[in-house]
């Protein structure tokens, strides 16, 4: 028997960062998200961002994944991430396992520890304690998954066993790698993250690599391997029409990031595409950088992001359409239909 080769996961990411009102944004993002699948991609994914606008636009994102499953019918729908300390872990679990079955199977979960610290502080929390209750959280909704007894001797109804095998865990560490890997979940590597002091020249790949090093020594015999990694990039027709975006979108993200106390390094567009790490140009542009991120090479999922570039609505569309039918081709990428039609074409 002829072994299928892998195939890589093609995914599009939004913060729901639209110039528009909450609404709007809502609706834009669907439609982008509604885009994706026509074109093939195979999962779409949502962050949750509690009262900050500027950092991100949806606090309830299984919510958002419940209407877009009703205007979905093939594209997994996907959380990068749930804030899982400032969540209730019960109300996690009963809503991921109801929106599990209303999207037919199509739920993947994204956990993490949380952004923002002063969000903490609305929640009654310490962001301090962020790590401590984000393992107490996750062992409730893994034990209400699996339909075992929890406190009060109750179970959750509906149990949802098969979201076990879909977590995601994402880090900026070589420790959290090694948490998802022992836990045999998925690894979601971040667009960007900071470099530390000692490395300040650092690539994304140098930061990245020893994480996914520690992923894959700590997963469990025989489990396959499930690495995300998400990417910012802009493609356009144009050169000219690419760059313009993008020195708009990174130059009002730069002067976020001083006026909250944080440190840009350069100031040039070259400089802050850099400090971004993002990919920007025409199609042709975008894979030769993209090619030479030897992070890429090792992922199962490529996910792309418009952020921090935050084009208007119809050259997010483009993008998607570009991202879809040329630059992640360039990259390994083959819709599933056409791996589907080739299996059928070599039987007998």
């Known amino acids: 028997m002829t072994q299928t080769p892998f195939r890589k996961r093609l995914g599009f990411f939004t913060r729901v960062l639209d110039d528009a009102t909450a609404g709007v944004r809502y609706r834009?993002?669907?439609?982008?998200?509604?885009?994706?699948?026509r074109f093939g991609f195979d999962s779409a994914w949502v962050?949750?961002?509690?009262?900050?606008?500027?950092?991100?636009?949806?606090?309830?994102p299984l919510v958002f994944l419940?209407?877009?499953?009703?205007?979905?019918?093939?594209?997994?729908?996907?959380?990068?991430?749930?804030?899982?300390?400032?969540?209730?872990?019960?109300?996690?679990?009963?809503?991921?396992?109801?929106?599990?079955?209303?999207?037919?199977?199509?739920?993947?979960?994204?956990?993490?520890?949380?952004?923002?610290?002063?969000s903490f502080t609305a929640f009654g929390l310490e962001s301090s304690e962020r790590g401590d209750v984000f393992a107490r959280h996750l062992k409730i909704v893994l034990d209400a998954w699996a339909g075992r007894t929890l406190d009060g001797g109750d179970r959750l109804y509906p149990a949802a066993p098969a979201l076990l095998e879909r977590i995601w865990q994402a880090t900026f560490t070589v420790v959290?790698?090694?948490?998802?890997?022992?836990?045999?979940?998925?690894?979601?590597?971040?667009?960007?993250?900071?470099?530390?002091?000692?490395?300040?020249?650092?690539?994304?790949?140098?930061?990245?690599?020893?994480?996914?090093?520690?992923?894959?020594?700590?997963?469990?015999?025989?489990?396959?391997?499930?690495?995300?990694?998400?990417?910012?990039?802009?493609?356009?027709?144009?050169?000219?029409?690419?760059?313009?975006?993008?020195?708009?979108?990174?130059?009002?993200?730069?002067?976020?990031?001083?006026?909250?106390?944080h440190k840009v390094e350069g100031d040039t567009l070259t400089d802050l595409i850099r400090a971004f790490d993002v990919h920007v140009g025409t199609p042709e542009e975008v894979i030769e950088s993209l090619s030479a991120?030897?992070?890429?090479?090792?992922?199962?999922?490529?996910?792309f992001q418009v952020h921090s570039v935050d084009p208007p609505h119809p050259l997010i569309l483009r993008a998607i359409e570009l991202i879809a039918?040329?630059?992640?081709?360039?990259?390994?990428?083959?819709?599933?239909?056409?791996?589907?039609?080739?299996?059928?074409?070599?039987?007998?």
């Open 325 to 348: 039918t040329r630059v992640a081709p360039a990259l390994g990428w083959v819709p599933e239909r056409t791996v589907q039609t080739r299996r059928i074409g070599a039987v007998g």
């Open 28 to 37: 834009l993002a669907a439609e982008q998200i509604v885009e994706a699948e």
């Open 176 to 261: 959290g790698g090694e948490r998802a890997g022992r836990s045999g979940d998925g690894l979601m590597l971040s667009r960007t993250q900071p470099r530390p002091a000692d490395h300040i020249d650092a690539s994304l790949a140098d930061l990245q690599h020893p994480i996914i090093d520690a992923y894959l020594e700590a997963l469990p015999k025989g489990r396959a391997p499930r690495i995300l990694g998400s990417r910012s990039l802009f493609v356009a027709d144009s050169r000219r029409e690419a760059l313009r975006f993008a020195e708009t979108g990174l130059r009002r993200g730069a002067e976020r990031l001083i006026a909250a106390g």
């Open 47 to 60: 962050a949750q961002h509690h009262f900050h606008a500027d950092e991100g636009g949806l606090p309830a």
């Open 293 to 303: 991120d030897a992070t890429l090479e090792r992922v199962t999922d490529l996910v």
């Open 66 to 118: 419940a209407h877009l499953a009703a205007q979905t019918s093939r594209i997994r729908l996907g959380t990068g991430v749930i804030t899982l300390p400032l969540e209730n872990p019960i109300r996690v679990a009963e809503d991921t396992a109801v929106l599990d079955l209303l999207s037919e199977g199509r739920l993947e979960v994204g956990l993490g520890t949380g952004g923002t610290p002063s």
